[in-house]
């Protein structure tokens, strides 16, 4: 089994940044692939971005790419999900994830952060 504890997030004006963090225990030999996705309120939950586990290959959607990076430091079994020059559509809760497959889609992610809550403002 793999826990995943999520942390950071929060309130930030629009055009400021936030970082929120994914911090894996237990059998994370497994994650090969780690991911981000988001729920807005009254929305599906959607894919944000994804990472290999060697940092080789990174995919971002359309609608965070050029502000958005996704990171991770295997050596502290930590992703990180950078957010800069944000906007009031990026609030939602966002959701860390983890599995064998690199492909964005949540049914295929095994592990699941507890979610952290990210608002911006107007």
């Known amino acids: 089994q793999v826990q995943l504890v999520q942390s950071g997030g929060g309130l930030v004006q629009a055009g400021g940044s936030l970082r929120v963090s994914c911090e894996a225990s237990?059998?994370?030999?497994?994650?090969?692939?780690m991911a981000w996705f988001r729920q807005a309120p009254g929305k599906e939950r959607e894919f944000v971005s994804m990472?290999?586990?060697?940092?080789?290959?990174?995919y971002y959607a359309d609608s965070v790419k050029g502000r958005f990076t996704i990171s991770r430091d295997n050596a502290k079994n930590t992703m990180y999900l950078q957010m800069n020059n944000m906007k009031p559509e990026d609030t939602a809760v966002y959701y860390c994830?983890?599995?064998?497959?690199?492909?964005?889609?949540?049914?295929?992610?095994?592990?699941w952060g507890q979610g952290t809550q990210v608002t911006v403002s107007s």
């Open positions: 237990g059998r994370t030999f497994d994650l090969y692939a």
């Open positions: 990472i290999s586990w060697n940092d080789d290959f990174t």
């Open positions: 994830a983890g599995g064998r497959a690199l492909v964005p889609y949540t049914s295929t992610y095994d592990y």
